[in-house]
Every structure is written in C-alpha cells, then in structure tokens.
C-alpha cells in the first residue's frame, strides 16, 4: 500500500530569499513571464520597486538640491547619508512584501521549481 502525503504549501521565507539573490531575481522573472497572472498585479509589483530603485540610485546631492529647492526647511534635512546595506535590505524587504500582490498556488509552483528543485518530484 502506498501512502501520498501532500505537499504542504510553502511561502517564500524572507531570509531564503534575502540571502538567494539570484534566485529571488529568478522567481520575480518567472512570476512576471506567468500569463496567468494579471497585468495589474504585475504592475502593483513593480512600480514601487522600481521608484524605490530610482531613490536608492540617484546622487544624493541631486534629491537633496531638489528638495531644497522644493521645501527649503526640509531639503537640507534630507541630504544626511543612509548606510547604502540598510537601504538594499530595505528593497529587498519590500519585495519580499509585495511577493503577496501574486496567486498563491502561482507564486508556490515558481518557488518550489526554482528554490527546492530538488523536492519537486
């Protein structure tokens, strides 16, 4: 007799995915190829990560000059340097949250195939 125990569904874990950069780039490809997921899902993904992204890379000196000249109490203010690993961990935590915008069963079929190939049978 033959027992089939069912395969528990998995979510991505933070710190799987924090410390696998290439394969969290990899599940966040896969999830944004999936036709079966809706445009506006993908876009509530990557838009955010995207501005996100933006911030992180523009010069300081040039979003502090804009913002001083935008509101010149708070401009200045905003030039003060952010230790650049806080800033990526932080774009990674808000990938990490927005994994949630994706179908479950989609999101679980991607991550077993690329994170647990072994498993998946």
Do not use: C, N
């Not at 998995?10 to 999830?31: I, K």
């Not at 040039?62 to 030039?79: E, K, N, R, T």
């Amino acid at each position: 007799m033959r027992q089939t125990v069912a395969r528990q569904r998995e979510r991505p874990g933070v710190f799987e995915m924090l410390t696998h950069f290439g394969r969290t780039l990899r599940l966040a490809g896969a999830l944004l190829r999936d036709g079966r997921v809706s445009f506006l899902r993908k876009l509530v993904f990557i838009v955010p990560l995207l501005a996100v992204l933006v911030a992180l890379l523009a010069p300081e000196t040039a979003i502090a000059g804009v913002m001083s000249a935008i509101l010149p109490v708070v401009g200045p203010a905003v030039d003060i340097p952010a230790d650049a690993a806080l800033d990526w961990i932080s774009l990674g935590l808000l990938g990490f949250g927005l994994m949630r915008v994706f179908p479950l069963a989609i999101l679980d079929e991607h991550y077993q195939r690329i994170f647990h190939q072994a498993r998946v049978r």
